[in-house]
């Protein structure tokens, strides 16, 4: 539907329509000044010819001509241009007939013969502003209900867009969370190769690599290393000795002191070894570097690369700290072990290290030891210690789970455990994991 803004500065089109020349003649020259484009017409009939041709703000028409009323020719002309302005002239004593003009043809207003110029035009005016009212409103609501099919059209097409690139992304995301599960598939798959590579060389070397890559993954995560960091530490603690799945046994369970010359030199070749295997796998590269790494000294006389202090990936730091404390718990009590470690820092361990360890080893305490170290008993619930780990899910009388399997318990659970059990009537035991003989916590 086609429009056209308005032109507030263009001059209006007026139509005067009577029978009487001189009073056609009177009217044009009374609007000679104004600024209006002054049209006349003799009788209805023309008056309607011009009106189909051109737009009129006002059409003013005398009532009594001959053939067509003033009250006709406006009601036809208002069919023609519903929104021109519309005035009946007439006499005194036609009165009846103005009204019946307004009733019926919709006229604006009336004007009594003889008239007044200035009032005239004056009405005149006020007429045609209220033409320009009429035609900025249609425009304004033509312009609003254009702009709303507009929006709509847009709307439509972002909501297609949107719908397009939706699908797009959807599919994208399904293509890349496919290619994820592989690699993630993968990666579990390549682990559990490793893992039953070192157990097939012996179970002891699968649980040292294993908890090593337990103790180191707690230091880890309290040195506040990112997610990627950590878990390049915990796979290369898994892998940090795989290199020793070449050599004899000896080398398996002797401690490095104890071994002779020649089994030394056989050795210290377990990190290269071990990082050659390793750097196979493309995404393995740091993993690699950190069991090259393993075996060096805080002060520069480890293996194979002597190197010295921070030259020293963390990592390898790490896993060297983590590595020893592990092979020194194993039979010896904890405290014993912290206690070796300590007398090595600054020459074998990175020192600022320690206490990582400490905390780390007291969260694992129990996992720490091989599954045959362990026991699982039933305990008072007044003998129970930190570190104990809850071996069956525990119950309050009401059938409410206090306590899963598995919780290692801190003084805060026990507490919990004794103020629940103190509201009963039960002396309650639960079933933990100890370790069998020998080891004391704290
Ligand atoms: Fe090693
Ligand atoms: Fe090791």
Do not use: C
Request: proline share 2%; aromatic share 8%; no cysteine.
């Amino acid at each position: 539907m086609g429009f056209e803004n308005i032109n507030m500065e263009a001059s209006f089109n007026i139509l005067f329509v009577d029978d009487e020349e001189n009073i056609l003649r009177a009217l044009r020259r009374l609007f000679l000044e104004e600024n209006f484009n002054v049209y006349t017409a003799k009788s209805g009939k023309e008056g309607l010819e011009i009106i189909q041709d051109k737009e009129f703000a006002v059409i003013v028409s005398d009532q009594r001509m001959p053939e067509m009323t003033g009250t006709e020719f406006l009601l036809r002309a208002k069919e023609l241009s519903p929104n021109t302005l519309r005035i009946i002239l007439t006499g005194y004593a036609d009165i009846n007939a103005a009204m019946d003009a307004i009733n019926e043809a919709g006229a604006y207003r009336y004007i009594t013969k003889p008239w007044n110029d200035r009032e005239l035009v004056h009405i005149i005016k006020e007429a045609a502003n209220r033409y320009r009212l009429i035609k900025e409103n249609i425009y304004l609501n033509e312009l609003t209900k254009k702009q709303k099919e507009q929006l709509e059209i847009w709307s439509k097409e972002l909501e297609y867009y949107v719908q397009i690139h939706t699908i797009d992304l959807t599919k994208k995301d399904k293509e890349l969370k496919a290619l994820k599960d592989k690699l993630t598939n993968n990666k579990k798959e390549l682990m559990e190769l490793f893992d039953e590579i070192l157990t097939l060389r012996g179970k002891a070397l699968f649980n040292h690599s294993k908890r090593v890559a337990l103790i180191a993954v707690e230091m880890a995560k309290r040195l506040s290393l990112t997610t990627a960091e950590v878990e390049t530490i915990s796979v290369a603690g898994s892998l940090h000795d795989i290199g020793k799945i070449g050599t004899s046994d000896m080398l398996l369970f002797k401690e490095p002191q104890e071994l002779s010359s020649d089994e030394f030199k056989q050795y210290i070749k377990h990190p290269i070894l071990g990082q050659r295997a390793v750097k196979v796998v493309s995404y393995l590269q740091d993993v690699a570097l950190l069991i090259r790494h393993h075996h060096e000294n805080f002060d520069g006389s480890g293996f194979p690369d002597n190197l010295k202090r921070g030259k020293i990936p963390l990592g390898s730091r790490i896993l060297s700290i983590a590595d020893r404390f592990e092979r020194l718990s194993r039979n010896r009590d904890i405290d014993e072990a912290f206690k070796i470690i300590w007398h090595s820092l600054d020459k074998e361990f990175d020192s600022e290290l320690f206490i990582y360890l400490e905390s780390a080893a007291q969260e694992l305490k129990f996992s720490l030891f091989s599954s045959e170290d362990i026991i699982e008993a039933e305990i008072s619930i007044n003998d129970l210690e930190p570190g104990f780990i809850v071996a069956k899910d525990v119950y309050g009388l009401s059938g409410l789970l206090i306590i899963k399997k598995d919780t290692i318990l801190s003084e805060k659970t026990i507490d919990l455990l004794k103020s629940a059990f103190n509201h009963t009537t039960v002396k309650g035991a639960i079933s933990v994991y100890k370790k069998r003989k020998g080891f004391q916590l704290n």
